[in-house]
């Protein structure tokens, strides 16, 4: 989906985690399937010893973002204390929700990439980026008496942005609490992640996540939620953009494409289908990332060998799908590459 951006005051938010038609994380209150994960957030907010700094993991679409507000909604409306509900909820009217909701508490600041000069959204979290907390951090804090942080994704941080990031990890300013959403939590500095407390938020079975998509969908058939629902690999996230335009269709070749790497003329062929569709490469790529992220997990489960190589793949791919993105370059070079790549990782580790 395209990025979109609404302008609150004088700042742009980005929204590349909107789906279209679909409310954004921060306008979402339901948090579906991560219960576990939720009861140890709130255990330690309302114990009134929360941690400087939290990192959410996990893959895409899973809920990290609806946590993320959800954390921030109850600390700015209520602190550090269990004066609020044991769930961590704030009711939909109450002033807080709304602020967030619409990008304008005072109190939350949300961390992401932006666009360059050229429009295109940064293929980077960039220390400039990061050095607005330094700012943010200096102002007085809202009515709630905290100031909130959200970093989505900390994956996107280059090295400048990671080391400014540690830098405020080490002496963090009081009632204060960042949160760090990541999808691969390996590729952050040891350091970071000592600093943080971690909640692994998990994929959502297929019965949780067909009562989700029921809600969500009602309009579609409950065979075709079923298939959405084992193409999304637990992701509500991911079955609602398979929902939309060509997502299926995008789904089922990167699945193929995992196996039929590296098909030259086939390769070329998915390039050209995938540039004339609106947001196809992105789609596609997201849609590779779960197929082989899914792979990789079950091959993990097996005990089976060599998987650090899988997820340098998979690393080396994200990367340079992003930078394709980001630069507007042919896609058909890089689905060569990737091809490319795939194959090669694949007669050194195994096939999945």
């Known amino acids: 989906m395209a990025p979109r951006t609404r302008t609150i005051k004088t700042e742009e938010v980005v929204e590349t985690d909107r789906i279209e038609g679909f409310p954004h994380p921060r306008e979402t209150l339901r948090l579906a399937g991560q219960d576990a994960a939720l009861a140890r ?24 973002a609806t946590l993320a507000y959800r954390i921030a909604r109850y ?29 304008a508490h005072s109190g939350l600041l949300v961390l992401k990439r932006g666009f360059n000069d050229a429009g295109k959204l940064m293929s ?4 400039d980026v990061i050095r607005k907390l ?9 009515a709630g008496g905290w100031r909130v942080v959200i970093v989505d994704t900390a994956d996107d941080m280059n090295d400048a942005a990671a080391n400014a990031l540690l830098k405020l990890l080490e002496e963090p300013p009081a009632r204060a609490m960042l949160i760090l959403l990541s999808n691969t939590p390996g590729r952050l500095l040891p350091t970071i992640r000592s600093r943080c407390q ?14 989700e998509l029921e809600r969500l969908l009602p309009d579609r058939d409950a065979s075709e939620r079923a298939a959405l629902a084992r193409l999304s690999g637990g992701s509500v996230g991911m079955a609602l953009r ?26 070329l062929t998915l390039a050209d289908r995938i540039s ?11 849609f590779l990332h779960e197929a082989l ?13 060599h998987l650090d190589r899988w997820t340098e793949c998979l690393t080396r791919l994200d990367s340079s799908f992003a930078r394709t993105s980001a630069l507007n370059l042919d896609p058909r070079q890089t689905l060569v590459s990737a091809a490319t790549t795939l194959s090669q990782t694949s007669r050194r580790a195994g096939s999945l």
């Open 41 to 64: 957030a709130a255990r330690a907010i309302r114990g009134e010893h929360p941690p400087q700094a939290w990192l959410i993991c996990g893959p895409p679409g899973i809920g990290k």
């Open 242 to 267: 398979l929902a939309s335009g060509d997502g299926v269709e995008l789904a089922r070749e990167a699945d193929r494409f995992l196996d039929s790497a590296p098909d030259l003329a086939a390769t």
């Open 124 to 127: 980077v979290l960039g220390v």
């Open 198 to 211: 971690r909640l692994d938020l998990r994929p959502l079975d297929a019965a949780s996540l067909e009562v």
């Open 75 to 103: 600390l700015l409306a209520f602190g550090a204390k269990a004066s609020g509900p044991e769930d961590l909820s704030v009711p939909e009217r109450d002033a807080v929700a709304l602020q967030v909701a619409a990008g």
């Open 293 to 305: 992220t899914a792979r990789i997990r079950a091959r993990a489960l097996q005990d089976a060998p």
């Open 134 to 142: 330094q700012g943010f951090f200096g102002m007085t804090s809202g």
């Open 276 to 286: 004339r569709i609106t947001d196809g490469l992105d789609s596609f790529a997201a």
